[in-house]
């Protein structure tokens, strides 16, 4: 459940729209080529880092290409999300990505559902 409400999070903050329920597919511009294509829910730090998988800044709608070329290219990775959060923000999500930090899985759908709501009331 956290993960289909932190995908609709980043696509709709992202402006993508959902084509298909099952399984989900989504059409938008992709946040990092800015080109229409069919994205993915993309992570700076891997979907195995449990303590921000769900972590907006974390998360992102990238297209097939640049979520391979980023995966592959850490650095690039590094400096396109500095760019877009900061290197305060950057820092403070690696502090939270570290070692030993768990989550509340409870706070984190309450969180992810007002999110939601917040964008889509904006639009």
Not at 15 to 31: D, F, H, M, N, Y
Not at 45 to 52: C, L, Y
Request: glycine share 8%; net charge positive; charged share 30%.
């Amino acid at each position: 459940m956290l993960d289909r409400l932190a995908r609709t999070l980043i696509m709709v903050r992202a402006g993508a729209e959902l084509v298909a329920e099952s399984p989900e597919k989504w059409r938008g511009t992709c946040q990092r080529c800015r080109r229409i294509q069919n994205l993915s829910w993309c992570h700076v730090f891997t979907r195995g880092a449990w303590s921000v998988r769900w972590d907006p800044e974390n998360s992102w709608a990238w297209c097939r290409g640049c979520h391979r070329y980023l995966d592959q290219h850490w650095d690039a990775k590094m400096d396109w999300i500095i760019g877009k959060i900061g290197k305060d923000r950057f820092e403070l999500l690696r502090i939270r990505k570290g070692p030993g930090r768990g989550r509340d899985y409870a706070a984190t759908r309450i969180y992810l559902e007002q999110e939601i709501r917040k964008i889509r009331g904006a639009a």
